[in-house]
């Protein structure tokens, strides 16, 4: 997202589960949306469904059709005006298609960046929106452009920003977790979000050793102490429906848990786990599911179980 040299995948689809998780209630989001050519994206479009008049500080970033352009890495001039050009690129498709331009309402682009890009924020005439309506780490470009550049590491520490600043480096992102492990065990968004960090450590776990990138390798430490208390939740979990519907079944929904954390939810685990029925495969296969970085290690010791 944000340009192949600022990204990898497995940021961008936790930055694309991360603004579904908080943008999902209040329109349609479309990751790698085509503009005007097989290979012009943008991150996520997203289509508001009538938010007028609610409260909230994602309200406001979702009063309009919208374009986020995430990016893992601060960028420079030359990235913004590629994300501009994008959005000129949307507006000229879209424009055509209304024939009453009264009711076309042109998108909004929010580019989203880790640190502050100064350079681009001076060359672009970009100013720092404090007032009423904005947080503090937002920049509106000049107007007639409808962008606006939200700097993750000036954010302020509020609930409503925790999603966004999950997405950031280093303190940033480290703070944000902080608080996360401290929200209530049973807060929905604590829960939604960090099965977000656990399915994108992941993918990023799934990546060679030899190949992950910095951020990659800062992430894995940031997020460490997040999936470890996940993962003992999880485990906990199973145990007190173990203690309802018996040790089998305790066993049976930890690993489910493990699973769908780690590797997603596109093989029948469900239909795997329903042919286990010994205490000691299942703590095995929540090791070993732990433990590997290749789905196909699962898979294969859990064919080998059932079949």
Same mark, same amino acid.
């Not at 608080?179 to 450590?201: F, H, I, K, S, Y």
């Not at 992430?219 to 003992?232: A, H, P």
């Given at each position: 997202m944000g340009g192949a040299e600022q990204h990898t995948k497995p940021h961008d689809a936790f930055a694309k589960e991360t603004l579904e998780f908080a943008l999902g209630h209040l329109g349609r989001l479309e990751a790698q949306y085509a503009i005007a050519s097989p290979t012009q994206h943008a991150d996520i479009y997203f289509e508001p469904v009538d938010s007028k008049g609610l409260p909230g500080f994602w309200t406001q970033l979702a009063d309009s059709p919208a374009i986020f352009e995430v990016f893992r890495q601060t960028p420079g001039l030359d990235a913004c005006l590629d994300v501009l050009d994008k959005a000129l690129s949307l507006h000229r498709r879209q424009r055509p298609r209304v024939s009453n331009t009264q009711n076309y309402t042109r998108a909004r682009t929010w580019l989203i960046s880790p640190g502050i890009p100064r350079g681009a924020l001076k060359a672009l005439g970009a100013k720092q929106t404090n007032g009423h309506r904005w947080s503090h780490g937002f920049y509106a470009l000049p107007q007639g452009l409808k962008t606006h550049i939200v700097v993750?590491?000036?954010?302020?520490? !509020?609930?409503?920003?925790?999603?966004?600043?999950?997405?950031?480096?280093?303190?940033?992102?480290?703070?944000?977790?902080?608080?996360?492990?401290?929200?209530?065990?049973?807060?929905? !968004?604590?829960?939604?979000?960090?099965?977000?960090?656990?399915?994108?450590?992941?993918?990023?776990?799934? !990546?060679?050793?030899? !190949?992950?990138?910095?951020?990659?390798?800062?992430?894995?430490?940031?997020?460490?102490?997040?999936?470890?208390?996940?993962?003992? $939740?999880?485990?906990?979990?199973?145990?007190?429906?173990?203690?309802?519907?018996?040790?089998?079944?305790?066993?049976?929904?930890?690993?489910?848990?493990?699973?769908?954390?780690?590797?997603?939810? $596109?093989?029948?685990? $469900?239909?795997?786990?329903?042919r286990m029925d010994s205490p000691d495969a299942f703590d095995a296969l929540v090791r070993l599911a732990i433990a590997s970085e290749e789905v196909g290690d699962v898979v294969r010791w859990l064919e080998s179980e059932v079949l």
């Open positions: 993750l590491s000036q954010l302020p520490q !509020t609930p409503e920003t925790l999603p966004l600043r999950l997405m950031g480096r280093g303190h940033t992102q480290a703070d944000a977790i902080k608080e996360l492990l401290e929200m209530p065990q049973d807060n929905p !968004t604590r829960a939604g979000l960090m099965e977000c960090m656990v399915r994108w450590q992941a993918s990023v776990l799934a !990546t060679h050793q030899t !190949t992950r990138t910095n951020a990659q390798e800062e992430l894995l430490m940031n997020v460490d102490q997040l999936v470890q208390k996940w993962r003992n $939740e999880a485990w906990n979990q199973g145990i007190e429906k173990g203690r309802q519907k018996g040790l089998i079944e305790g066993r049976r929904q930890s690993a489910l848990l493990v699973l769908k954390g780690r590797f997603g939810d $596109e093989h029948p685990w $469900e239909n795997w786990l329903g």
